[in-house]
Each structure stands twice: as structure tokens, then as C-alpha cells.
């Protein structure tokens, strides 16, 4: 499909106000690329979308930090089945959590096992988010841990059994300012977003990157959209590596055209990120404990899905277009990306709604799929 077809298709989607605004780039089959805005950047003012806009990115960070995970492997500074407590010893302190007795107090053993960096990557350490695990929020509430205290969250299981979303990411960012002795940002800054001139790819917003945002909506019960006011806390903060950035859809598409065109992995590193790591355990659904922040979500129903070390993969041919083998993930403000290294094409579609999984910007992210592959 050409560049024009593409654009009328999104032009078509913006104008059936399935979001308020939006931001799309791909690399197309043909090897072109498209970059577009459509929209407003919020409800409540005329400012129009511009491909430059910047939006908070959230959990397309998973990625960035697993990538700076990988260049360390390479340089011989890291070992991924090296355990997690060897290089930051209070991760040994976490206990597991198997639910609560009939007072409600909570049941907790202590670990046995030695999760390691592969399985942070994974997200088969047992590690969860509250927002995502009913027991964990409750946990979190009689234990007060507020949402920048990620790092007090017991595990939810031994290493290994089971797929399940959480702040894995987190500890592997801390684990690679361990390992470099630098802040994340440094790390990202000297080993991928400087080299790939991603100069809008940051945890700490400028001002004239803040006049750039977009803003962040609410969906409500009714299907209608309201501003609302949301900032993510400045570094240094542990949740850093699992969704701390913010970009532009031309910055984070450079990212996976990178990636596609072996720019900044190894042949074996960047095979891995396309590689089943977890055997058999299924992946990528999530259930929502904070009707607020995510609905549930399963991608690609009833298909088989695993995961990478940084991507959710497609056992079958998706729906949309994408061919068996390419990964993707997702943005708790309804971002979605994905990355196909068979065709050699990859998309980014950008908003700034919450809560995730949002009905209208899934249709939107398949029409924006179904018109690249066309």
C-alpha cells in the first residue's frame, strides 16, 4: 500500500472520532516510511497533533531497557542467567505472596529459588503490578506502599512457573545501573538513543518538549473523553525502566528500524528478541485489578502467544496483517507498536488514553495494521 493510501485510511479512522488525537508511523513492505498526525491533543483545545508530538510511552520503556540489557551481555558485562540477589542483594529479601487467610492477613514464605535476569526479561520472576494483580493491590494497601515503592512488592511465584506482567523491568533497569555504575538515563543516552538520534526519547521532559505533549485523557463510563492531569515522577525512581519515557512515534519507529536493520544489537542478540524464552507458558494477557489505569486485555484471542526477551510474540499470522515470528507490546495510555522482522516492517501508534486496552484505540491500531499491509 502506498504512502496516500495508508494516510487516507488513518484520515478515515480520525475522522469516525475513535480518539481525540493521534500519531502513526511505520516502516511500510516497500521499505518507505510514514509518519503522521492526526487530530488534537486534547478535547478541551484546538491544538492539532504534529508529528512531533510527545507523548508518555510508558511500558514501550520494556523494550529500550531490555536492549541495554543486551548490549551489556555483549560486552561481557552481564550474564542474563546470572541471579538477580548476585548483583542487587535486597532483590533476595523479597518474599512470595500466596494469597491471605481467613483474617485477611497475608501469607508470605520466603523464596527458595535465585530468579535471574532472564527472568526479570521475561517477566517469569514471579514480579507483578498492583494495578494488574488483585492480591498485590491488597497487599499494597495494608502494607501502605505507594506506587513509587515498586521495589517492596513481594513476588507472586517461583521463578519460572508462570508468565505474568509486572515490575520485572524495573529491577532489570536497577540491575543495569548497578552494572554501569550510571543513572538509566546516562545508559540509554550513550548506548541507544544518542546513536540513533532519538532526541525526544527521555525520561525528564523539557520545557519545550512539555509545550510539545500531548495531554492525557480519561475514557468515561458514557464513551466520552476528559483531560486529566498526569505526570510520571522525574529520575532518579525505580520505575524508570519498565515506563518511564516519553517520545515521538518518529523517534520510537527509529528504534525499530534499528532494530530490524541490525543497527544496534548483535545478529544473536537481536535473534533473541524474536525467540520464544518461556517454553510453553502462555503470555500477554493481562486482568485489571484498577478499572482506572487498564481494562483486561488479551491480544489476538485464543492464539497462542509467548514472549522474547522484550516483545510479545505471535505463534500464527495475526489478524491484521502481521506474519507468524513478529513481536509487539503496548503503552499503558493505549501506545501500541509492532515489529516484523520477516517483511521487515514495523508500526507506532501513539495516544494519551487512559484506561488502557481502550475498545476504540484497539480498532484503531488494527485499522492502522490492516492499511500498512494492504
Aim: proline share 7%.
Amino acid at each position: 500500500m502506498s504512502i496516500a493510501a495508508v494516510d487516507k485510511a488513518l484520515t478515515e479512522a480520525a475522522a469516525s472520532d475513535l480518539v481525540p488525537g493521534f500519531v502513526a508511523a511505520a516502516r511500510l513492505p516497500d521499505g518507505q516510511r510514514f509518519e503522521a498526525a492526526y487530530g488534537a491533543r486534547s478535547v478541551a483545545a484546538p491544538t492539532p497533533m504534529t508529528p512531533d508530538t510527545v507523548f508518555w510511552i510508558a511500558s514501550f520503556t520494556k523494550l529500550v531497557t531490555t536492549i541495554a540489557a543486551l548490549q551489556l551481555v555483549e560486552a561481557g558485562a552481564l550474564d542474563l542467567d546470572q541471579a538477580v540477589a548476585s548483583i542487587l542483594p535486597d532483590f533476595a529479601d523479597l518474599p512470595i505472596l500466596d494469597g491471605f487467610d481467613n483474617a485477611g492477613a497475608p501469607r508470605l514464605r520466603k523464596a527458595t529459588d535465585a530468579p535471574t535476569v532472564r527472568h526479570l526479561l521475561t517477566h517469569t520472576s514471579g514480579l507483578g503490578y498492583t494495578f494488574m494483580d488483585a492480591d498485590l493491590a491488597r497487599y499494597a494497601e495494608q502494607e501502605g506502599i505507594g506506587p513509587d515503592q515498586a521495589r517492596r512488592l513481594p513476588r507472586r511465584f517461583d521463578a519460572g512457573a508462570h508468565w505474568h506482567y509486572g515490575v520485572g523491568i524495573d529491577w532489570a533497569g536497577a540491575v543495569i545501573e548497578a552494572v554501569t555504575g550510571k543513572g538509566l538515563d546516562a545508559v540509554f543516552a550513550e548506548r541507544i538513543t544518542g546513536p540513533l538520534g532519538m532526541a525526544d526519547t527521555t525520561f525528564a521532559l523539557t520545557d519545550a518538549q512539555k509545550a510539545r505533549a500531548a495531554v492525557m485523557h480519561a475514557r468515561l463510563p458514557d464513551g466520552s473523553l476528559v483531560p486529566i492531569d498526569f505526570a510520571m515522577p522525574p529520575p532518579p525512581n525505580f520505575s524508570l525502566g519498565g515506563g518511564g519515557l516519553h517520545s515521538t512515534a518518529a523517534d520510537y519507529l527509529r528504534l525499530l528500524r534499528a532494530i530490524l536493520d541490525g543497527e544496534i544489537l548483535s545478529e544473536a542478540s537481536r535473534a533473541a528478541l524474536f525467540a520464544n524464552q518461556i517454553g510453553d507458558l502462555q503470555a500477554g494477557v493481562t486482568v485489571s485489578s484498577n478499572p482506572a489505569l487498564t481494562n483486561d486485555f488479551e491480544p489476538m484471542p485464543g492464539d497462542p502467544k509467548r514472549w522474547s526477551l522484550g516483545l510479545l510474540l505471535n505463534q500464527r499470522p495475526g489478524p491484521d496483517g502481521r506474519p507468524a515470528g513478529s513481536g509487539a507490546w503496548a503503552g499503558l495510555a493505549n501506545c501500541y507498536y509492532w515489529i516484523d522482522p520477516k517483511t521487515r516492517v514495523a508500526g507506532v501508534l501513539l495516544t494519551q488514553i487512559l484506561p488502557f486496552a481502550d475498545a476504540k484505540a484497539l480498532d484503531l491500531f488494527a485499522r492502522f495494521e490492516r492499511a500498512v499491509y494492504a
